[in-house]
């Protein structure tokens, strides 16, 4: 069995792994579109001024939406921290979760670190992340559903939809089960076999540490529900402001099937930060629901322009600073046990 040393050592090692690969998905994303950047930026000089300030005030609110969703469980534990410290690392969550296709579990796995250097104590971070996951892919279950109801009413739903939707639900709902069950083995060994992998062996140890009485506050988990739902109607909200600044008028339901369409698309696929899975799942449901070809596409890389190429540049600075900071952690925990 791996030493109390060992395994820290093994969970500092698949971290900067994580940390590495988010940033490395995202730099060679960026230099492949780098035209396509430059092409979108061009949409925003023919959009109307009014409705990409809206675009842009949704966008912020996704992140105010994150955060609080996180101060939520960290008031609940006596651990308050600022609404402005959280949207930082909301936008490092949102900009991995994007970055590295892991069905949002890359996000989740940086949580804990940044909410460690906020000094939020191990137990309250690893509720935070657990409560988030639970509301995030709670309110992601409802939308799909509702989604797949809006396209039978529409007269527009068809197998493949049908057969990705429920794809989506069985990882929806592993995801935070998983997480779950193992939280309720508390610190058990798990089977030789899986105690080989540091990743799991990790993962296992850090969730056992939540708090149960957070975990069984249904107000408290309804609360951070209720926070992640607000980030999809905002980013439908996104979709709709982008589609009206370029002139054309589609209806709000029609923007939330597309925007949660691609979404799980994305989710699904394993292509880093959703490269050309998301804009041709939303450019051909809005199409499907009677948008214009050429109106779909300028709306949804405007769209992409706000939520993904906008954020880039500060969520790669936010996550280069938790690696730098993680890894002056890790050379001075060595000091700090042998002060001499």
């Not at 955060?67 to 936008?91: S, Y």
């Not at 949102?94 to 000094?119: E, H, K, T, V």
Request: net charge positive; charged share 15%; proline share 6%.
């Amino acid at each position: 069995m791996p030493s109390r040393a060992d395994r820290h050592h093994l969970s500092g090692a698949w971290r900067n792994w994580l940390f590495g690969a988010v940033l490395a998905a995202a730099l060679v994303g960026a230099a492949l579109h780098w035209g396509e950047v430059r092409d979108v930026a061009d949409l925003v000089t023919r959009a109307r001024p009014a409705w990409l300030g809206l675009a842009i005030l949704c966008q912020l609110s996704t992140y105010a939406a994150v955060a609080g969703g996180w101060a939520q469980v960290l008031n609940r534990a006596d651990t308050p921290r600022g609404l402005l410290p959280l949207m930082r690392i909301a936008v490092t969550k949102l900009f991995a979760d994007q970055a590295l296709p892991s069905a949002g579990m890359a996000g989740n796995l940086l949580l804990i670190d940044q909410l460690r250097a906020l000094g939020v104590k191990r137990g309250p971070a690893v509720a935070a992340l657990l409560i988030t996951m639970i509301g995030y892919y709670a309110a992601y279950v409802v939308f799909a559903v509702a989604m797949l109801i809006l396209l039978w009413l529409h007269d527009r739903a068809t197998p493949l939809m049908a057969g990705v939707v429920t794809l989506f639900l069985c990882v929806a709902i592993a995801i935070p089960w998983l997480a779950l069950w193992l939280r309720g083995r508390g610190i058990r060994p798990l089977p030789e076999w899986v105690e080989k992998i540091g990743f799991v062996r990790s993962l296992l140890d850090t969730v056992s540490r939540a708090p149960g009485e957070l975990l069984r506050d249904r107000w408290l988990i309804g609360g951070v529900t209720l926070c992640n739902a607000l980030v999809f109607l905002a980013d439908a909200g996104t979709l709709f402001a982008c589609l009206r600044a370029l002139g054309t008028a589609p209806s709000f339901a029609t923007c939330f099937i597309a925007l949660i369409m691609a979404s799980i698309v994305v989710t699904l696929g394993p292509i880093p930060l959703g490269f050309g899975s998301f804009e041709a799942t939303s450019v051909a449901t809005l199409r499907l629901l009677g948008v214009p070809f050429g109106a779909a596409f300028a709306g949804t890389m405007l769209f992409r322009l706000l939520t993904l190429w906008v954020p880039l540049l500060p969520g790669l600075v936010l996550v280069r600073g938790a690696m730098r900071k993680k890894g002056l952690d890790a050379a001075a925990a060595p000091l700090r046990r042998h002060p001499d």
